[in-house]
């Protein structure tokens, strides 16, 4: 005789990955994001419009992203999942990250190069300055110590080249925003974190982006299409290895890293910066820049999560 069926039992919670796996996301996010500089210079379109591009064609790779994240759910549990609500930390991070790229562009036209990168790279600081005041999270010591350490070595890597000039101060002030609107943006995804998935969070920011991205590069612009298919191909690399790549990885760690130690992505998105720039458009790339570039990896596992 077979013994008697036991009631139906929801399965046990899928097990949170390794720090292993979150980190090497962080990482891959990291070299995503610091190719795009790349991409945007063949783009073919002004900086606004490619920024809007960059956004709007990865929209529905970001939907088919978030049905498999539900059919998987759905897989696991055998019932369909609830639908999650909009939540105001999700619509932030659509906004949030408008403005990190509005004055990122901004900056990039009214100061040096160098300048803007290393003016961006200031962004951990408002992460460390926001993480107790807006989502709860302790800053310790040891983040504290790596965040010291990275910016030295940002400050090596980059702010070797920056120079002060009055005629470049606005510029000057828009890569300080830019900063400041990238850091709120990890504390904005982190917060999305804890109640949302990855794909649900980078479709529906992504969809506020867009939208915001859209009139401003109108205004601003106007002129929407690039000329040939390198100019087409040149934007989907931005949408697929930029944003759904580069920021979705950013996205998917901070549901299991802190917004602290992820925001150290911003460092090594600059070494690659400098590394792509020195192999693709022979940039010079020297021992001070090594220098500053072993002292962003120093830092970063100084931070480390020990727990």
């Not at 160098?114 to 983040?143: D, H, K, Q, Y």
């Not at 110590?145 to 606005?170: E, I, N």
């Not at 109108?218 to 390198?230: D, I, K, N, Y």
Request: proline share 6%; aromatic share 12%; charged share 10%.
């Amino acid at each position: 005789m077979s013994p008697p069926s036991s009631p139906a039992m929801s399965p046990p919670p899928a097990p949170a990955p390794s720090f292993a796996v979150a980190f090497s996301a962080l990482v891959a996010g990291a070299v995503a994001m610091g190719v795009s500089p790349v991409f945007v210079r063949f783009a073919e379109v002004g900086p606004f419009t490619s920024a809007f591009w960059r956004v709007a064609l990865s929209l529905p790779f970001l939907y088919l992203w978030a049905r498999l994240e539900a059919d998987r759910q759905k897989r696991c549990r055998g019932t369909a999942p609830k639908a999650t609500p909009w939540t105001r930390a999700q619509v932030l991070a659509g906004l949030f990250f408008t403005g990190d790229l509005i004055f990122w562009h901004l900056s990039i036209l009214n100061t040096t190069i160098a300048n803007a990168t290393f003016l961006a790279t200031m962004a951990p600081v408002w992460v460390v300055l926001g993480s107790g005041l807006f989502i709860g999270e302790a800053v310790g010591r040891a983040s504290l110590a790596g965040l010291a350490l990275c910016l030295a070595g940002a400050g090596t890597l980059v702010g070797s080249s920056y120079s002060f000039a009055p005629d470049r101060l606005t510029g000057d002030l828009f890569g300080i925003c830019t900063s400041l609107f990238f850091g709120l943006y990890f504390l904005a995804v982190r917060a999305a974190r804890r109640t949302a998935p990855t794909g649900v969070i980078m479709f529906r920011s992504s969809i506020v982006t867009a939208l915001c991205l859209f009139g401003f590069a109108a205004v601003m612009e106007g002129s929407f299409l690039p000329e040939t298919v390198a100019g087409l191909s040149a934007l989907l690399a931005l949408a697929l290895l930029a944003h759904v790549g580069g920021q979705g990885l950013l996205a998917y760690a901070l549901g299991h890293l802190s917004a602290v130690f992820s925001s150290l992505v911003i460092f090594m998105e600059a070494m690659t910066a400098a590394i792509v720039g020195w192999i693709v458009l022979s940039e010079a790339l020297g021992p001070l820049q090594i220098a500053g570039g072993a002292a962003i990896i120093a830092g970063i596992w100084v931070a480390r999560p020990r727990d």
